[in-house]
């Protein structure tokens, strides 16, 4: 009784972290009990080897270990063993010995209740045995003696710079001991290896050679699992399909297996069968993050956006301010037409990472949404400055100063963004314009000269050319020059259709001299919308798809402002007095537009 007593006080104090105290405790208890209670005593001997373990003193903690292992066969004793020779750094030689003991520990019990009967038992007695309590607790048993060699054969190969050798002597060592059962499990730790090596071919080569009907299920499944993953990441779509359907069969109570299956259907946006694999792995496991977070990522594909809501608002009270789940939630609000909601989201995001230039991007243009042009600007300042190469920024920038009557700042940023992307003429053409409101009309003229060189089949150059010719009465020569090569390039693109209700006239498929609209359904650095990294996706996308611009783009340049008249001399520009901008003129800072 008094025996009981001090050793749940012993307990007590170790679980409240008090070592000293319940060492104290345990070597009383050690010097108090008799010899002949055996079984006490290595209760008593397991707790002590522990506590100094926790306290760092690994020596102690293997000499306990060691008589526990005079009295017993223990595994547990075996494995803590070697921990403590690794914690140690004792010599190789040693830590060897300790793990061909503990391999060659032979489990009493077999891995089927049917091994031990005789051959006439029917398959029903079996059946109904293999779920006998004494049966589960030798399973357990022998699981966890497999755990045990297994995450010893990881502290063994990990002592050298060389896993793999290290991993192939352990292999050797379980056959001489005979342990056939563990061997597939050690040959997947060692593809692992190879995998983390960035050795797929080493890796493949493993693998498949566990791909077989006589593989047992769990560590099939575990082999065809790890096959689907690299040949999915090697883009062989069809061969990862192959190995995860593999995989399922072999054990559809894996979580992995539901987990990979869903996401290739994901892939091939098949949502409602994604859905179902994803809803599968949450009842196998209902506090498991992914299979939560692909649910939620399926739902919001669907449309169904109220419980994708739903889903990541219980992931948000279980893992408080995650930014990826924080991310979703506001994407779901912006598709649900609520920016205020959104940009709430958004803003924790920014105090958990106020460095983070996608979040600033992305909280300027809500603000931008919600009529507040300070706070935008502010963002979008702010994301420039962390990140200075992001187009759409510089772009939006420049918009903006051009909008405001500060024409002479939106140059600097038309000029970086025509320096990041300088593929497309949209870029120098908005700095040209600019130039031409700030009043430079030298530097205006000589850079559409420049830009018609790097782009001789940009027509929207070429219209600027021709008008401010016309307007400068430059040589009738000249003009009629750049006037053919536009009634060329007019001619070689398809004609306009007949406006439509908004009263835009629109073009028909494009040729020479027009450029792509922005891809649809993707974000601002050519992401898939949905799949947008909260962390990264700044540094993914330093150039985005040329477009043309549209009406709002118009609405924002569309201010009156005066400016110089000019006259040409000698080929350039020279400024004489001021006159009122026309409309014809405005127009002209935004190319690609066509006049109603």
Known sequence: MIVSVLMRIALLHRRRKEYEQALKLLHKLLDDLPTDQSHDRLVVLREAAACHALTGRWDTAYKYCQMILQDTDGPEAAFNSLVCLVALKSDSKRIESAFVKLVSLKADFSATPGDRMDPGVSEEYKEMISHDSLFM????????????????AQLVANLDSDAISGYEWCIEQAKNAGRTDILSALEIAKANTYLKAENFAKTLEVLMSHDTDEEEPNLRAQSCGMLAFLNFHLGNFKLSKENADKAYEANKLSLQACLNKGCLEYKEDNFSAALQYFQEALILNSADFRASYYAGMTLKALGNYQDALTVFMKLNSVHLNRPTVLYQISQIYQLMEEPAEAFAQLEKIYTLHPREPFILRQLGELADKLGDKGAALWYYNESHRIFPLNVDVLNWLGRFFVASQFPEKAITYFEQASKIDDSVPKWPLLAAGAMRRAGHLTDAYNKYVDIHTAFPDDPDCLKVLVRICQETHAPAAEIAKYQQELDLLLRMRPREVPATAGGRSQLQPQSLG??????????????????SPVLSAARSGLSTANFNLDAEDLEEFNVTKQRPATVRKAGKLAVLEQTSLDDAAVDDILPGMVRK
């Open 514 to 531: 027009a450029r792509p609209p922005t891809a649809a359904g993707k974000n601002a650095f050519g992401q898939q919308s949905g799949f």
């Open 137 to 152: 607790w030798e399973k357990q048993r022998k699981q966890k003696l497999e755990l045990y060699i297994l995450n010893a």
